[in-house]
Nanobody, 115 residues
Framework: QVQLVESGGGLVQPGGSLRLSCAAS????????MGWYRRAPGKQRELVAA???????NYANSVKGRFTISRDNAKNTVYLQMNSLKPEDTAVYYC?????????WGQGTQVTVSS
C-alpha cells in the first residue's frame, strides 16, 4: 500500500500562486509515476500534470506555461507549482501514484481562486 498526503491548498486571488505538495509512503517512490489531477464542481476529474520516474513531464493544455510539476525522490515528495492562477483553476486537487499495475490516490486538497 502507498499512502499519499497532499498539502498546500487554500484560497488565493486571481494571478496568485500556490505550491501543492504530496508526500508518499514507501521505499520505491523513485520508480512511481506521479500525477496531479483535479475535479472542479460539476465536472469530471482531469489530469493536470504528470511526471515519470525518469523526470519526463506532461501537462494539460489549460495549465501549460503556468504550472510546474517536480519531484524530490530524497523526500518522497512531488510538487505542483501553480502560478498565474485563474478562477477556473478552482477545484479539489488530487495526487496520484502509479506503480506496476496499481494506482493510489490522496485525499485531495481544495484550491480556490477568487477575489
Amino acid at each position: 500500500q502507498v499512502q499519499l498526503v497532499e498539502s498546500g491548498g487554500g484560497l488565493v486571488q486571481p494571478g496568485g500562486s500556490l505550491r501543492l505538495s504530496c508526500a508518499a509512503s514507501g521505499s520505491l517512490f523513485s520508480i512511481y509515476a506521479m500525477g496531479w489531477y483535479r475535479r472542479a464542481p460539476g465536472k469530471q476529474r482531469e489530469l493536470v500534470a504528470a511526471i515519470t520516474s525518469g523526470g519526463r513531464t506532461n501537462y494539460a493544455n489549460s495549465v501549460k506555461g503556468r504550472f510546474t510539476i517536480s519531484r524530490d525522490n530524497a523526500k518522497n515528495t512531488v510538487y505542483l507549482q501553480m502560478n498565474s492562477l485563474k478562477p477556473e483553476d478552482t477545484a479539489v486537487y488530487y495526487c496520484n501514484a502509479d506503480i506496476y499495475s496499481s494506482s493510489y490516490w490522496g485525499q485531495g486538497t481544495q484550491v480556490t481562486v477568487s477575489s
